[in-house]
Each structure stands twice: as structure tokens, then as C-alpha cells.
């Protein structure tokens, strides 16, 4: 009876579903979690909107993206840029004979746009950008009332993705009336637009992409984006289709054993990656400019105390950490300078290289530091500070970051084993930030770094964010004025405000390399290794054209400048039946 | 005075008295505990701003800040008043992630979803587990009640969530039976709602997963149940005296055991549809199924304590209104017992 139930059973399964079984021509299967209607809606400016993620750019697609590795941007809906110091204007020339996917015309007017309704929103670029001009139809300037690095301005204004005036323009052209009256975006009127703007909901989104979003293709389970023809480089595009997977780690990875989707940048577990390699899934590297670091309580003692630091990251095999978190998607930090080792060869110059101490394993070394501060060694194997307290603390980590976890448990094993009894606490995700903030931890596992080209925004990351300048609390409390061996006096908040100013770069590779020898001799917290995405990527089944391991494509940070994307804008990936 | 008191003394006016105060009492409890969260949900999005796509914290911060035009600094009296004043008009509020959409409207658009899966779930488990439970029971000691009673013991241990994934990787996965992608969710991209075969073929192709999930996981708790309560009923003197006045096997089976081992089975019965409001976040997020549970989730994650103070209101709504239900009918299925002390 039970056979024939079962059997009757994957019948009825096999009949009701077999014709989704076929997939179009043409096809690419990726995934994002995003919230369907009515949660999820097409104002790509307010939360929850269905942009999907790195998808968002072949839908509504930016002025230019960037090549990590060839430091240079790939021109999309401009065609190139200029920064004027003496009016201290930023010029951008727009792409000719771009239409949307609803027929209009593109032009400078959407431009601006795009950036005065960002203005409603707080974008960063508006801390730089006082005016947004267009010049003509085709060209547009961005005046800076506060210069900032050309690195950091061609980021925020290039890599915005450009919406439609036909679209947006009536909430625009109210923020524009506004700010001539002298309104801020602190003003009632301007919160009063923002909250009426805030439920303001398109019926679809409408790009200059390659590919087309139809609310009906879209269903809590997957959207399908279908390609446009009048696309300005429509002839670079081999894919119809690209459908996208809705979901988080758990509901897709079932996706991809199957076989179902061609790319993703899902953080998955060791054991999981395994699987797909068994399968014959490749998996892609690419770095992620961040990482976890022991962070400290500079209130405790004796945290405060830089050598009981740097003994820490002397007594951690931070190669091993790497590899029991994350196996080959985790890589130790190498220089030590709290900024990506990726990013080093950018901004660190040989000589300042050659100063930077490593802190490879060496508990010996430690123990000496130690021992040299006045600490003691208990008879129950336990240092015991100068001061007679022992070394006993507990180290926080977000019990749900699965990679962290394990880095915390095996920075904790090590430090036990070295003498620090260092006991693992997880606590949930939503709950960690707080607690840094308020400053109520000890030791805690946490992010360094950013994945930004421009040091500047890992500088903030390591130093600020968790620290009390952010204003969110004391966090690890570190005193950014410091005296150190390498660089003398320091202020580290200035110095990471000032490695973002002015148009002189090589002035702000001198402020990064100081930051650089400072961060490596003070470590105010200890890099433990950086993370690299462990993306399954399917090669054959729908998608080929893959690049081979070591292209400099895959330098590209997969949630800032995917390369997947870029990949699909130029042609390389293509599907297998064509 | 006397109508009052009479009033008072009616079993029904003073049940739906009860049922209002504790609606008030769970939504002014849910009101406060959700506040009590870790985290609110400005700072969950800058962490998982920074965390996930590595943004800096000051990027992070002015996202954030700007996305959500929520007050969450006004005193908690106030914004208490607020919710109550709201909650008396019928209206939820608006959703704090998603501004704009009321928090109804995702209600109807999610809830369906559930009430359709689960309580179809729990009509198959339910029938399914008096059955098997019967047949146990006559066959008490026999093969097929060891058999039974194993696999209804092992499955009624085994987590919802993991016989979800398990049936996902085992059928879809390993075996390759069924298409993962294309039974996700609940309608298929494209099928236009309505009451047409199309239409409804889909819907259950893409709840057969989910259902089969419930179902599996509860089949076991109701055999066991009924088993052991038609044990308890086939001792009884009326069952005896029946046999004795040489009624059909038939008829003792249905009307008199099946009948009365059936009772204690109706509460729990009726507690879980009034559960089913809830749906399962687990479930629905392992098989993306748009119903209450999902909402609920991700509510709860992202801190959007409308949201969850509706859901939790909804399923304590259900649950009285169900407990409500099965007290009126509990005097009809045994006469026995009277409403009230009639």
C-alpha cells in the first residue's frame, strides 16, 4: 500500500510540474533574496524595494561601473567624466541614444533626478555635492561646495544607478523648489516630501538596461527579467532571460545542488562548498575587502596596554583561524595594516611595506612581551597581569555568522591554550551591534575593512565605526591620539577624515601609509583573516564563458562592482546553446 | 440590577467579556515585549548594511536613517496610545520597513496562503491519524501496531522544519523527483488568479510540499492520540454492554468508539486550526511559501513591530475564537455536557 501511495504520489508531483522542467534558450539563473508585493515594491529608492541586488544594474544601470584590479571604470550610461579643480566641478558627459524601456529619451535631466531625490535621502555624495547642473542635454555638472579625493566623488556619482525623470521627476522637481528656498533636509517640508515620497510606488521599474522587470514574471519565489531590445548595447547581450531566485543561504542551496542556478554570492558554509565541488560546481573567490577582527575593550586593562595587543595577534595561528571558519574562502591578513591586503599594492609603497611587522605565529614571542609588561603565569596555566587580576574574559560573537563563529571558538581554543582563558558567547545577530556600541563586551569577534577602493572608507571601518566618535556609544572606546614608535604623534580621526580630502592622491597614499604603520603597531584590534566570497558558479549546464581562475575580473568585489554583471554588460558569459 | 446580573450569569456574554480582555491583555503585552527586543530596526539594517555588503558605517548610518521615517524616539506611552487608539479602529498600522503598505494589506495577502496550506494539512493529518490510530488500537499488539506506533513515535519527534528539509533534499535533490525551483512559492509566474483548473492545479502543485510537510510531521501526534484514546473508550462499559446486545462491529466501531474516543481529540483539533493563523516561518521559508509564518519571520528579524504585533494579535485572535467554537460544539458532539451549566 505504502509503495503504491508513494508512487501515486511522485506521479501526481511529476504530472503537475513537468512542464517548468524546460528552460528557455538563452537563459541565466541567479539569486537574491528580495520581499515580494506588497511588502516589496518598484520605488528603488525607498526600503524593501525589488531592485534584486546586484541584478539591479542590468535593470537600471549606472553611469559606469569599476574594474577592481585595473583600478578604471567601464563606461555604461556616461562616456567620460572630468574634475575642473579650479570650480572644483565634476563634469560628466552622458551616452547619446540611450531610450528607457518605456521609449523615452535619455538625457541629462534624469541625471539629475536621480541625484536631487537622493538628496531626500541622505546620500553620501550630497556631504561632497552642493548643485547638480545640467549642461545640456547630454551633459551634466556636479559642483562640490567640500571637495573630496577624486576617487571617492567619481564613486559616489558614477556608480549611482540612474533613474527615470518621466518616472521620478514630479518628487525631483519638489526637492529642487525646496532647497531654492533654503529648506535642508532637515526641514519639516523636506520630511514631509520624504514620507509622502517614501510611499510612492511605480508600477515598475523603468531602466536603460539590458533587461526588463515585469511585475506579472514576478512571484515571491523568482523573478524573471526579459531582455530589451532597444537596449544601446543590445548586441553585447546573449541572454533572453535571466531569472532570479528569491531567497537567503538555507532555501538556496537546494537551488544550486540541483543545478538550477548559475551563479550566486550567498555566503555558504565549507561543508556545502565541498558538495558543489563534488558535484562539479566551481566555486569563485573573490575578495570581499573584509573580514573579522578580535576587537578589544580599551576600557579593561589590560587592553589598553598596545603590547598585551600585539602579543594577542602573536599568539593567534591566524592561518589555521582562516581555514577552520571558512576553508580556502578565507585567507589571513598578511600586512596587518587594517586595510585589505588586496588594497595594499594601491596604496602602501615598497619601502613602508618593508616596515610593517607581519605577527606571524609565535607564542614564545608573546609570552616574552608578557612577561616583560610584569605579567605572571599562574600555576593553573593563566596569566596573571601586573596588577594580580587574571586573565579570564569572554569573547562575543553573532551566534548566526556561521564563519565568525568558528573563527571565535578557534581564536579562543588558541588563547586559552596560550594562557588567556577566553570563553566563546554567541549572541544573535540584531542584538551584537548594540552591544559594541554601548560597549558592553570584553573581547568580541567583529568586521574590519570596507569594499571601497578608496582606503579611506576601511580606515573609518576599523578605526570609527565601533569606536566613540561614531556617536552611537563608547564602543571599544580606543584614544585615536596616540603615540607610537613608527609615525610619532598621531590623530587617527584626523588623519582618517584627511585621507579622503583634496584632489592630491599621492598626498592621501602619505596619510594612508601613516594610518597603515600606526594601525599595525597600535593594532586596535587584531585582523584575523578576509574573507573571500565562495560563489558557486555553473559551468555548462546553462552559462559558459567563464573566465579561468586568477583573472582580474574576479578582483572585483562581488556586492560592490559584481563582476557577474560586468560579465553579462560585455558579452563574456553567454549561454551554452549559442 | 437583575438584568445585569443576569447578564453577567449568561455563559456566552461572559466568554466573549473574557476573550476581549485577553485580546487587550496579549495587545498591550505584544505591544511592550517587541520593544524589549535587542535592537530596533534602524540599527539591524546598519548592521547588516555593514556586515553583508561591507558599506561603511557612515553610508550605512545616513541609509538608514533616511529609509526609515519612523519615530522611535517619542515616549512609549505614547506611541502605546497610538497603537491602542488605532487597534480599536481596526487599523494595524503601516509596516516600517515597507512605508506605505499597511500592515492589512499584507495580512490578506499572506494569510490565504497559510489557511489554505495548513488547514488542508491538518484536515489530511487529522483524518489520516484517527484512522491509523483506530486500526492500532483494534490491532493492539499486533504487527501493524508496532509498525505504526514506531514510525508515528519517530515522526512526531522529528522538528517540522528538518522533515522540510530533508523532504527537499531527499526527493528534490538527491533523487532529482520533483523540480525544486518550479515547486517554490505559491502560484507559478504568469498563472493569473481565478477559479480555473489552471489556476488551481498550480496552487496545489506548489503547495504539495509544504502540505506534505504538516502533515508528515503532525500524521504521527494524532495516531498516537486516537490510539490511545480508542484504547481508553474500547474499555468502557457501554463498549462491553454494546457487544453484549450484539450490535454490528460496524456500528460499535463508529458510533460508539469511534464516536467518543474521537472527543478529547476535537479541543486539540480546534486549538490547532486556531494555530494555524500562524502558520510555520520555518516551513514557509524553507519552501518560500508567501504565507503568515513567512511574514512573520521576517518581521521579526528586521524588528517591523507592527507587523508582528498583528500577526502575534491575529493568532491570539484565533486561538480564543477557535477555544470559543469548540466550547459551543463540544455540547453537541456529547450531550452529555451542557453550555454553562444548562
Do not use: C
Not at chain 1, 544 to 562: C, F, L, M, Q, V
Amino acid at each position: 500500500m505504502s509503495k503504491r501511495f508513494l508512487a501515486g504520489l511522485i506521479s501526481i508531483i511529476l504530472v503537475v510540474t513537468l512542464t517548468p522542467l524546460a528552460f528557455a534558450a538563452g537563459e541565466f539563473h541567479g539569486a537574491w533574496p528580495y520581499s515580494p508585493p506588497p511588502v516589496g515594491h518598484y520605488n528603488t529608492y525607498a526600503t524593501n524595494n525589488i531592485s534584486l541586488g546586484m541584478y539591479w544594474d542590468l535593470m537600471e544601470q549606472p553611469l559606469a561601473m569599476y574594474l577592481w584590479a585595473d583600478a578604471k571604470w567601464m563606461p555604461l550610461l556616461a562616456t567620460k567624466w572630468s574634475l575642473n579643480r579650479n570650480t572644483n566641478t565634476f563634469r560628466v558627459f552622458l551616452r547619446k541614444g540611450v531610450k528607457w524601456q518605456d521609449g523615452k529619451t535619455f538625457t541629462a535631466k534624469d541625471v539629475v533626478t536621480t541625484f536631487y531625490l537622493g538628496y531626500l535621502y541622505n546620500w553620501a555624495v550630497w556631504r561632497y555635492v552642493d548643485k547638480v547642473t545640467p549642461v545640456d542635454d547630454y551633459t551634466v555638472d556636479f559642483h562640490m561646495g567640500n571637495p573630496a579625493a577624486p576617487m571617492v566623488i567619481e564613486r559616489y556619482i558614477l556608480r549611482t544607478e540612474i533613474r527615470s525623470d518621466a518616472v521620478y521627476g514630479k518628487y525631483a522637481s519638489q526637492v529642487i523648489g525646496l532647497l531654492g528656498q533654503g529648506k535642508t533636509n532637515e526641514s519639516e517640508e523636506m520630511k514631509k516630501l520624504r514620507a509622502e515620497f517614501d510611499q510612492f510606488r511605480p508600477e515598475k521599474i523603468v531602466g536603460t538596461g539590458p533587461f526588463i522587470l515585469d511585475p506579472k514574471n514576478l512571484t515571491e519565489s523568482e523573478a524573471t527579467l526579459t531582455k530589451f531590445n532597444g537596449y544601446w548595447d543590445a548586441e553585447k547581450i546573449k541572454f533572453d532571460t535571466i531569472k532570479v531566485y528569491n531567497g537567503e543561504t538555507p532555501v538556496v542551496t537546494p537551488l544550486v545542488l540541483s543545478k538550477e542556478v548559475d551563479y550566486a554570492t550567498h555566503g555558504f558554509p565549507p561543508a556545502t562548498e565541498k558538495q558543489f565541488v563534488q558535484l562539479g560546481i566551481r566555486i569563485i573567490r573573490p575578495p570581499i575587502y573584509s573580514g573579522p577582527a578580535i576587537y578589544f575593550n580599551h576600557n579593561i586593562y589590560p587592553f589598553n596596554i598596545k603590547e598585551v595587543r600585539q602579543a594577542i595577534a602573536y599568539a593567534v595561528k591566524k592561518e589555521e583561524n582562516a581555514f577552520v571558519s571558512l576553508g580556502d574562502s578565507a585567507k589571513r591578513q598578511i600586512y596587518m595594516t587594517g586595510l585589505s591586503d588586496n588594497l595594499v599594492p594601491q596604496w602602501i609603497s615598497q619601502p613602508v611595506l618593508k616596515r610593517l611587522n607581519k605577527y606571524d605565529y609565535n607564542p614564545d614571542l608573546a609570552a616574552k612581551i608578557l612577561t616583560n609588561l610584569g605579567f605572571k603565569k599562574g600555576p593553573d596555566g593563566i596569566w596573571v597581569t601586573d596588577k594580580g587580576t587574571k586573565m579570564e574574559y569572554e569573547l562575543l560573537v553573532p551566534a548566526e555568522y556561521a564563519d565568525w563563529s568558528a573563527a571565535a571558538e578557534n581564536a579562543a581554543e588558541q588563547l586559552t591554550k596560550f594562557g588567556i582563558k577566553t570563553t566563546v558567547r554567541g549572541i544573535t545577530y540584531s542584538q551584537f551591534p548594540t552591544e559594541i556600541y554601548q560597549g558592553r563586551f570584553q573581547m568580541a569577534i567583529n568586521g574590519w575593512g570596507a569594499a571601497h577602493p578608496h582606503a579611506h572608507f576601511s580606515y573609518y571601518a576599523d578605526l570609527i565605526t565601533y569606536n566613540y566618535p561614531s556617536g552611537m556609544g563608547p564602543g571599544m572606546n580606543f584614544p585615536l591620539v596616540q603615540t607610537t614608535k613608527s609615525v610619532g604623534k598621531v590623530d587617527l580621526n584626523q588623519l582618517t577624515t584627511q585621507s579622503a580630502e583634496g584632489y592630491d592622491l599621492l598626498k592621501q597614499k602619505k596619510i594612508v601609509e601613516k594610518l597603515a604603520l600606526a594601525f599595525n603597531e597600535l593594532l586596535p584590534i587584531v585582523p584575523l583573516w578576509e574573507r573571500y566570497g565562495n560563489n558557486p558558479a555553473l559551468d555548462g549546464v546553462r552559462v559558459t564563458g567563464w573566465p579561468k581562475e586568477g583573472d582580474p575580473i574576479y578582483k572585483n568585489s562581488p556586492y560592490a562592482d559584481n563582476f557577474v554583471t560586468i560579465m553579462i554588460l560585455n558579452g563574456t558569459l553567454k549561454p551554452v546553446s549559442k | 440590577m437583575i438584568r445585569v446580573k443576569r447578564l453577567f450569569s449568561n455563559y456566552i456574554f461572559t466568554r466573549i467579556v473574557r476573550a476581549i480582555l485577553t485580546i487587550f491583555i496579549v495587545a498591550t503585552l505584544t505591544f511592550f515585549i517587541v520593544r524589549l527586543m535587542p535592537g530596533n530596526p534602524v540599527e539591524i539594517y546598519i548592521g547588516q548594511l555593514i556586515s553583508q555588503y561591507g558599506m561603511s558605517f557612515q553610508d550605512a548610518k545616513n541609509q538608514a536613517a533616511a529609509l526609515f521615517s519612523i519615530n522611535l524616539d517619542a515616549p512609549l506611552y505614547e506611541q502605546y496610545l497610538y497603537y491602542m487608539r488605532n487597534l480599536l479602529r481596526g487599523d494595524f498600522g503601516m509596516s516600517f520597513l515597507s512605508q506605505g503598505t499597511p500592515v492589512s494589506t499584507m495580512i490578506t495577502a499572506y494569510l490565504p496562503w497559510t489557511i489554505f496550506s495548513v488547514g488542508i494539512s491538518i484536515l489530511i493529518s487529522f483524518s489520516l491519524g484517527i484512522i491509523l490510530g483506530m486500526i492500532a488500537a483494534y490491532r493492539r499488539g499486533g504487527l501493524f501496531d508496532h509498525i505504526i506506533s514506531t514510525i508515528a513515535a519517530i515522526l512526531s519527534a522529528i522538528p517540522n522544519y528538518l522533515i522540510g528539509i530533508l523532504l527537499l533534499i531527499i526527493i528534490g535533490v538527491q533523487l532529482g523527483l520533483i523540480p525544486v525551483s518550479a515547486m517554490r512559492g505559491t502560484v507559478s509566474p504568469g498563472v493569473t488568479p481565478g477559479f480555473n483548473l489552471e489556476f488551481i492545479k498550480d496552487i496545489f502543485s506548489h503547495a504539495l510540499l509544504p502540505i506534505l510537510t504538516y502533515v508528515v510531521s503532525t500524521v504521527g501526534g494524532w495516531t498516537l492520540s486516537m490510539k490511545s484514546s480508542t484504547l481508553n473508550t474500547l474499555g468502557e462499559d457501554y463498549v462491553t454492554v454494546a457487544k453484549a446486545r450484539g450490535l454490528s462491529e460496524m456500528r460499535i466501531t463508529f458510533s460508539y468508539v469511534g464516536r467518543n474516543a474521537l472527543l478529547p481529540l476535537f479541543t486539540s483539533l480546534t486549538m490547532q486550526m486556531g494555530f494555524l493563523m500562524g502558520g510555520s516561518a520555518l516551513i514557509e521559508s524553507i519552501f518560500v511559501y508567501k504565507g503568515i509564518g513567512w511574514a512573520l519571520g521576517a518581521s521579526i528579524a528586521q524588528r517591523d513591530y507592527p507587523v508582528m504585533q498583528a500577526v502575534f494579535l491575529i493568532i491570539t485572535i484565533a486561538v480564543i475564537v477557535a477555544n470559543f467554537i469548540a466550547d459551543l460544539f463540544y455540547s453537541k458532539l456529547d450531550p452529555r455536557i451542557k453550555v454553562g451549566g444548562e
